[in-house]
């Protein structure tokens, strides 16, 4: 049997203000929302290259998500690791250490509703 599906279409993020933080990823990682619906209150982010991002604001009550607490998150592909962690530094954002694993350079940050994102850059071989 083949697969049922052949890519990932989103990947939800609860936030605590979906217009806040549409804001803060237009203003922080150029991504810019090309669909909005007020009542739902969500927002969604395309990427460059397949997935899309979409904010969904957390309703009246619901708790925000622990960032000590691994789950899901979305990682981004980049060209250049080390040059993405600056800009973002010099933008404000809560970034982590640039880290070198198997092929790959990668590094967590936080949005403004202390989500865990992730970039990371694929190493050529032998590099």
């Given amino acids: 049997m083949g697969a049922l599906f052949d890519r990932i ?10 217009q806040a933080a549409a ?5 922080n990682l150029g991504l ?3 669909f909005v619906d007020a009542g739902e209150c969500l927002a969604v982010l395309p990427l460059a290259e397949g997935a899309s991002l979409t904010l969904w604001q957390r309703k009246a009550g619901e708790p925000a998500a622990d960032p000590h607490v691994q789950g899901a998150f979305p990682i ?5 690791a080390a040059a ?4 973002l530094k010099r933008r ?6 640039l ?6 350079v990668y590094f967590r940050f936080q949005d403004a509703d202390g989500n865990c994102l992730e970039a990371c850059q694929v190493l050529a071989p032998g590099a």
């Fill in 76 to 80: 981004f592909a980049t060209r250049d």
């Fill in 9 to 18: 279409d989103t990947f939800i993020l609860r936030v605590a203000d979906y």
């Fill in 92 to 97: 404000g954002v809560r970034v982590g250490e």
């Fill in 84 to 87: 993405a962690l600056e800009a």
């Fill in 32 to 34: 810019e929302a090309a």
């Fill in 99 to 104: 880290q070198c694993g198997d092929g790959v």
């Fill in 23 to 27: 804001a803060w990823y237009a203003a």
